[in-house]
Structure formats: C-alpha cells, structure tokens
T-cell receptor, first 113, second 119 residues
Framework: AQSVTQLGSHVSVSEGALVLLRCNYSSSVPPYLFWYVQYPNQGLQLLLKYTTGATLVKGINGFEAEFKKSETSFHLTKPSAHMSDAAEYFCAVLGTGRRALTFGSGTRLQVQP | GAVVSQHPSRVICKSGTSVKIECRSLDFQATTMFWYRQFPKQSLMLMATSNEGSKATYEQGVEKDKFLINHASLTLSTLTVTSAHPEDSSFYIC???????????????FGDGTRLSIL
C-alpha cells in the first residue's frame, strides 16, 4: 500500500517569494511521484512527475521537485511566486501494482501581492 | 498533449433521478479510466477503475449498484449515478491512461470534472 502526506493545508507567500510545498510518501515499491495543480472547478493538470533517473525534476510554469529517497520526500518548489500560481496543489504516488494514483490531502497556495 | 473531455461540467437535478457523466479521451486510446470523487476542500477519492471491455473494479465502500460505470470503447467511459440523493452531491472527476508499456509510467490525464448538485 502507499500513502501521501502533504504538510500544511494552506501556504501563503508574497509575490516573488520562494514557494515550497511539502510532500512525504510511503510506498512498498519504488514510487512514481506526481504533482498536480487544480484551479477552482476544474480538473487536475500535471505539473511534473518522477519515475526513474534524475531525482531533480523540472515541470511546467517554473516548478521543480526533488525526489529524496532517504527522506521519503518529493517537495515542490518554485523560486519566485506569481499571482497566477494561486491554486490547490496535490502530490500523488503510484505505488504497488501501478494501478491508480493515491493523492495527498492537498495544499492551497495563496499568493499575496 | 493528451486531452480528456468530461461532460457535463455541471448538473443540477431533483432527488431520485439518474445522472450520466461522460469521460472521453480525445486524442489517445484510454485502456484504463478512473473515476474520482472530491468533496469540498478535500482530496480526490478513487471510486473505481475501469478497463475497456471489462467490469469496473470498485474501491471499498463504493456502491457499484449506485455508481454504474461503463467503459465500452477505448475512448469513452460513463459514470451513472442512479437514483441520486442530496448526499451524492459532489465534484466527480475522471482520468484516463493509455496502454502501459514497460515500467508502467503512462501518466493519467484528467477531465475538468462535473459538479453534481442534487436538490
């Protein structure tokens, strides 16, 4: 079985500041890890994913995440927040059986002007 | 990129009626489709997984007679909420995945969701 924990249901940053959204996972097999973004009343858009290979993964909109096996983490970062980054962010893991994604509880990012 | 179309985007109907939600993969063949339910300000909860041409696999606690899933073709899956009641009101999201190759890392592509409101 697998699980995902997102620390902080709400994160607020100033425009131009660093964005850091935390994600820890558990998986009995080498995990595939994903970050999705959801805007109000919309589905999910894939930001980035880690499957194998390079542990620092770059995604769309300037986001990146680093897979750290020793810390079972896959934190999402962006050097400089933009107002348009305000949304809900979900970390997800594809673990045993590579069946369906297991999502974290989500983190709502607010960007203050 | 891969596009998944979900229709309708919003439904309001009376208690007791049945509602059908469609999920289509527009530019790829979706061998597997997933249906999720999302309560306000909460995460996505997997309801069921469907593979084209076979019966859906439901998650524990999800009533298969209440939530009928059909995946009759490689581009279309439907979720029918039968005899809907106010407690079925929620945001329903589908996702689709193409055929898995070695390593099983085909991404899931999500529809825009359907907001179902039962009066």
């Amino acid at each position: 079985a697998q699980s995902v924990t997102q620390l902080g249901s709400h994160v607020s940053v100033s425009e131009g500041a660093l964005v850091l959204l935390r994600c820890n996972y558990s998986s009995s097999v080498p995990p595939y890890l994903f970050w999705y973004v959801q805007y109000p009343n919309q589905g999910l858009q894939l930001l980035l994913k880690y499957t194998t290979g390079a542990t620092l993964v770059k995604g769309i909109n300037g986001f990146e995440a680093e897979f750290k096996k020793s810390e079972t983490s896959f934190h999402l970062t962006k050097p400089s927040a933009h107002m348009s980054d305000a949304a809900e962010y979900f970390c997800a893991v594809l673990g045993t059986g590579r069946r369906a994604l297991t999502f974290g509880s989500g983190t709502r990012l607010q960007v203050q002007p | 990129g891969a596009v998944v179309s979900q229709h309708p985007s919003r439904v309001i109907c009376k208690s007791g009626t049945s509602v059908k939600i469609e999920c289509r993969s527009l530019d790829f063949q979706a061998t597997t489709m997933f249906w999720y339910r999302q309560f306000p300000k909460q995460s996505l909860m997997l309801m069921a997984t469907s593979n084209e041409g076979s019966k859906a696999t439901y998650e524990q606690g999800v009533e298969k007679d209440k939530f009928l899933i059909n995946h009759a073709s490689l581009t279309l899956s439907t979720l029918t909420v039968t005899s809907a009641h106010p407690e079925d009101s929620s945001f329903y999201i589908c996702s689709a995945r193409g055929e898995e190759g070695p390593g099983g890392n085909q991404p899931q592509h999500f529809g825009d969701g359907t907001r179902l409101s039962i009066l």
